[in-house]
């Protein structure tokens, strides 16, 4: 059974620091490219942060400079470290495995960035 868990969420103000953990099992996590979403309120799920095979990563314009990607294998687990926070980085965070056809998504964790 393939299962991704979030954690990390939680309430902090702006320009604060939150770091999200996905845990993985049921799924050979390193032949899967990994990535982060989030969901605001009333809007659709968009991507944040992908970290491929190899380790390559890519950012959305609005959080590059202040998020960082990175995975480790040997715990089968993806990492989102969030600095800088701003009130519009609030949401719903999801983590996503991907491998072509293949696609499997955790139940998310909340961000709320408020004073």
């Known amino acids: 059974q393939v299962q991704l868990v979030e954690s990390g969420g939680g309430l902090v103000q702006p320009g604060g620091t939150l770091r999200l953990s996905c845990a993985t099992s049921?799924?050979?996590?390193?032949?899967?490219?990994m990535g982060w979403y989030r969901q605001a309120p009333g809007k659709q799920r968009e991507l944040v942060a992908t970290?491929?095979?190899?380790?390559?990563?890519n950012y959305v314009p609005a959080v590059k400079g202040r998020f960082t990607i990175s995975r480790d294998n040997a715990k089968n687990t993806v990492y989102l470290q969030m600095n800088s926070l701003k009130p519009e980085d609030t949401g719903v965070y999801y983590c996503?495995?991907?491998?072509?056809?293949?696609?499997?998504w955790g139940q998310g964790t909340q961000v709320t960035v408020s004073s």
């Open positions: 996503q495995a991907n491998r072509g056809r293949y696609e499997h």
């Open positions: 049921g799924i050979i996590f390193e032949i899967y490219s």
């Open positions: 970290i491929t095979i190899g380790k390559s990563t």
